[in-house]
């Protein structure tokens, strides 16, 4: 592990004592607190923490945007303060939303920061050359970058970054809303930058797995410091903690719900065919929870992992309310409802000379969680909006809850609920404020308007901010208003656009036993997700690619289409990667 007492000459980055506030609505927000790191050169380091845990502020100020409010920050041995041009000429940083100017081509945008950074005209085709060929963009070189898909626009992002040839790359949360493939590509460029330049790279990340792949690996907490070291490190303090749980009866999203939160269990999550589950000791059987149901349970330890540790460190400081379930009073599941919901029926859509959906046709049942699955530009975005209304189809039937959207779309946005990919929260507004917006649009009045409102608050836990602006919210936070502003008229069926993007992971956690509920009280749940872990909770899904199904079915049904000697339980994303490449690979 690195710390203050490394040479330091071999540091690329050095904090000490750094300490930054902010002020937020009414509140002063510590968003750093005596944080003290060291990273050193031609290492990859990953900074994780739950939202508001300051890991865009310590990139800021390692890239001299901003200025700490006490303590010190070196590159390479200089004042981030009082040597930021030097500092600058050193780094390269690449934000969460990078400044692409969607109108300018991939070639005009690479002219443009090479220009910024005083890329000579004899240096600068050459490099282009490379990190087209390194970023698989060099096809796409004429194309605007507003017609990129995400995980082409990420790529574009970080080769604009690495035109000056940084010495220190900081990166926010670079793979947040790219499927698993663009997000693959992208580490494969930065594993590249370490090996062959001796790059430094700084990286924020919302994938615990990515974190996995760090040198070393910094956790933060509301500002502070929990731990720095390599990710071994931490899988050894879970040893003999982490366990495979299945039930005969139970499917896995009921036992995981069941055992959320009990007396003695850290974490419980859906992987694989099983529920992952992490005791707060090596006692596991003891556990309340598990001697309730523990004659039809099947239980095996299993090798622990950096989310694990993470979550761990965490419920330390935050404990979360054991759950109130009547463990006597659970039985075996009643099978889903066959009424169907949701039918999609040969729906084409064009957009110009450009067909996004090809012939697509599936249907829901009520009470279902149905995944839609895809690389960047598959076409899931644009079958949500269709379903919700907002785009017509070119071609085809869609239906919603018997609606016929051609007919009657205001009839059917009635009756459901839409939360976008980026939020579409008002973000001038207070949380308040959009409750009362979304609740009059949504036609509620008086009475029922209070009530739904007092109601979101409460249950998202809103009330400390309701009158702070949304826009100043913790990603998290946002999460929870938008899905309280799309579940304030009680719908039947919920839209969720990936909506777990760049999100942490115990906010995650939230969020799906949140999703899972509500999907237990009848609610039809149609999500879009990258982070493939969670599709596990989908009753069924499809992967699209280029506006068609690639494949569809039960997660168990489409991680066996890829199981094999050599890899006899293959993940999620095993799967996705596998079946898109195949596919790519005999076009």
């Not at 240096?123 to 087209?132: C, H, I, K, T, V």
């Not at 809303?177 to 330049?197: A, M, Y």
């Not at 055992?259 to 059987?285: F, P």
């Not at 609740?439 to 249950?459: D, F, H, T, V």
């Amino acid at each position: 592990m690195t710390d203050s007492s490394e040479p330091v000459d071999t540091l690329a980055l050095a904090c000490h004592q750094v300490c930054k506030q902010f002020t937020v609505g009414q509140r002063t927000v510590e968003a750093l607190s005596d944080v003290s790191l060291s990273v050193t050169k031609s290492s990859v380091v990953g900074l994780v923490g739950p939202d508001g845990a300051g890991k865009t502020t310590l990139l800021r100020l390692a890239a001299g945007l901003l200025v700490a409010d006490s303590g010190a920050i070196s590159v390479f041995g200089q004042d981030c303060d009082r040597q930021v041009d030097s500092v600058h000429q050193l780094i390269g940083y690449m934000p969460q939303r990078f400044g692409l100017y969607e109108d300018l081509s991939v070639g005009e945008n690479l002219n443009l920061y090479a220009d910024l950074h005083g890329v000579s005209q004899v240096e600068r085709q050459q490099r282009f050359d490379d990190l087209m060929h390194m970023t698989g963009l060099a096809s796409f070189t004429q194309r605007l970058a507003g017609k990129l898909s995400g995980g082409m626009k990420q790529k574009l992002g970080l080769a604009c970054t690495l035109l000056s040839q940084p010495q220190l790359l900081l990166l926010d949360e670079p793979s947040v809303g790219v499927d698993p493939v663009s997000r693959r590509e992208l580490w494969s460029i930065i594993e590249h930058q370490v090996k062959t330049n001796g790059m430094t790279v700084v990286l924020s990340t919302a994938y615990l797995d990515e974190a996995e792949r760090c040198d070393e690996v910094v956790l933060l907490d509301e500002g502070n410091k929990l731990d720095q070291n390599t990710p071994a490190y931490f899988n050894k303090l879970m040893q003999g903690r982490s366990y495979r749980a299945r039930h005969a009866e139970l499917s896995n999203r009921h036992l995981q719900t069941l055992l959320s939160g009990q007396t003695g269990i850290v974490d419980a999550v859906i992987q694989g065919d099983s529920v992952r589950v992490v005791s707060e000791s090596k006692d596991l059987l003891e556990s309340p929870a598990f001697k309730q149901i523990s004659d039809k349970l099947t239980i095996e330890t299993t090798s622990p992992r950096l989310e694990d540790a993470f979550i761990a460190l965490l419920r330390q400081r935050h404990p979360v309310a054991v759950a109130k379930t009547d463990h006597s009073a659970v039985k075996p599941e009643s099978p889903l409802s066959d009424e169907v919901v949701i039918q999609v029926d040969h729906v084409d859509r064009w957009f110009g000379q450009f067909q996004a959906v090809k012939k697509l046709s599936f249907t829901v049942n009520r009470g279902e969680i149905f995944g839609l699955l895809g690389a960047n530009g598959a076409g899931k975005t644009t079958t949500f909006r269709m379903l919700c209304g907002l785009l017509p189809p070119s071609n085809g039937q869609l239906r919603v809850v018997g609606v016929d959207l051609r007919k009657a779309a205001a009839k059917a946005r009635a009756r459901i609920g839409y939360m976008s990919q980026k939020f579409s929260l008002y973000s001038a507004l207070s949380v308040k404020q959009n409750l009362e917006f979304f609740s009059s649009a949504y036609g509620l009045r008086n009475a029922k308007r209070e009530q739904c409102m007092q109601w979101a608050l409460q249950q998202f836990d809103l009330v400390v901010d309701q009158d702070n602006e949304s826009g100043d919210l913790p990603l998290g936070y946002k999460q929870r208003l938008a899905m309280a502003c799309a579940l304030m008229h009680e719908p039947e069926i919920l839209f969720l656009d990936e909506p777990t993007s760049g999100v942490d992971p115990l906010a995650r956690r939230e969020f799906w036993n949140r999703t899972n509920q509500l999907a237990a009280s009848g609610v039809t749940v149609l999500v879009t997700t990258h982070f493939m872990e969670e599709a596990e909770y989908c009753d069924r899904l499809i992967i699209m690619r280029d506006g068609d199904i690639l494949i569809a079915g039960t997660p168990a049904e489409i991680k066996q289409q890829v199981t094999t000697a050599e890899l006899p339980e293959p993940t999620m994303e095993d799967a996705f990667i596998q079946l898109v490449e195949a596919k790519q690979s005999n076009e």
